[in-house]
């Protein structure tokens, strides 16, 4: 059995968590292969709404195990919050929630580099979410992070403070002071007793048995292909490979095991924080998006920037993934615009058309080029099915699988996991 994988083709916040609580009856694994408490995967069923940070999605069906990979950076004072939160729904999280010992160790420590890095650049900030994963993969590269195993090595302490010697020199390179390190300490190892309650495992050989056994898994990605830390609008960017090779590093998969890739697309484009975004609308449309689509961050709270949905990106997104279907969110947003664009090839500044992300979007000025489609002006509550929808959105989502070369087989219209159509025939 192959591993699929689900994954955001965009600037994040495409609405992963919903579906992965959507498919996950349909798999015996869900595993998050990288990222950490920077995500913010929401989903929303019989009238409440859940975000989860570092758990993956799937922790609500209580026939899937769950399984937090190496590859994602693990916060245990977040993670505490996070299960603790989610006591009241009775779920055994400590039979099916498994975390890999090879996840690098958030400590109180990076999320102090994370703000002083992030306050040392001015008006050339990143926006970054301030949770330290920035630092924390830093760590990693640099071969000396802790990780989750290390929690129980009898000198687990003299190993984290050999580490935090060397953040507070950095520390006190950038002339930051006004810390308490020692009350973030005592949240950070009360979590640390909190995280050995887990079963913490070597997560790699758990997925390869998983796939010797020929049960269905579902790797679950965190941010969007556009924030990948090698193919997105770098500098402004995460920390961590985003992309369908992320699964196979993130959770010690082979390449020849990865099944289906679902994309996941906004109808329109979502940004937060800095960087390039070619389709940005900041006039009233862009901010009708905002309002009618709740566009803030679950993670952050701040106001995501919003645009016309660009396929220039969308495409290479499509193609550096290997996407084979496409899941289109958000479609009720647009119900109320009478008029919708879609970017369709960017024009340089030397006049020329083309399709392709420059090397460096941020000081490649381009221009979109626009298509108009006509709004479909009403609710798409009310379909079951894809064959009930309005005639100017089949006409729509018709332009788009022309243009990307695939099927569109899921839609969302609407926050509740119930409200979610699917072509059956293109199903897996």
Known sequence: MSVDVLLGLQWGDEGKGKIVDFLAPRYQ????????????????????????????????????????????????????????????????????????????????????????????????????????????????????????????????????????????????????????????????????????????????????????????????GAQGSLLDIDFGSYPFVTSSNTMTAGACTGLGVAPRQIGEVYGIFKAYCTRVGGGPFPTELLDAEGEKLRRVGHEFGSTTGRPRRCGWLDLPALKYAIMINGATQLIMMKADVLNSFPTIKVCTHYRLPDGELTEQLPFDLLTTEVTPVYREFEGWNTDVAYATSFEQLPGPLLAYIDFLEAQLNLPITMLSTGPDRIATLQRESLAK
Do not use: W
Request: charged letters at 25%; aromatic letters at 8%; glycine letters at 8%.
């Open 29 to 220: 694994v869900v595993a998050r292969f990288q990222g950490g408490p920077n995500a913010g995967h929401t989903l929303e069923f019989e009238g409440i709404k859940h975000v989860l940070h570092q758990i993956p999605s799937g922790i609500f069906r209580t026939d899937t195990r769950n399984i937090i990979g190496n590859g994602v950076v693990l916060d245990p004072v977040i993670f505490k919050k996070e299960v603790d939160s989610l006591s009241k729904y009775n779920l055994n999280m400590r039979q099916n929630l498994c975390i890999s010992k090879k996840a690098q160790l958030i400590l109180p420590s990076h999320r102090l580099l994370d703000a002083a890095s992030e306050q040392s650049k001015g008006e050339s900030k990143i926006g970054s979410t301030l949770k330290g994963i920035g630092p924390t993969y830093q760590d990693k590269v640099a071969r000396q992070g802790l990780r989750v195993g290390d929690v129980l090595a009898p000198n687990f302490r003299e190993k984290y403070r050999s580490l935090v010697q060397k953040h507070e020199a950095t520390l006190a390179y950038y002339g930051y002071t006004g810390y308490d390190l020692p009350a973030a300490e005592k949240d950070f190892f009360e979590a640390i007793d909190f995280l050995k309650e887990f079963q913490l495992v070597d997560s790699e050989y758990l997925i390869n048995q998983s796939i010797a056994a020929h049960e269905t898994i579902l790797a679950e």
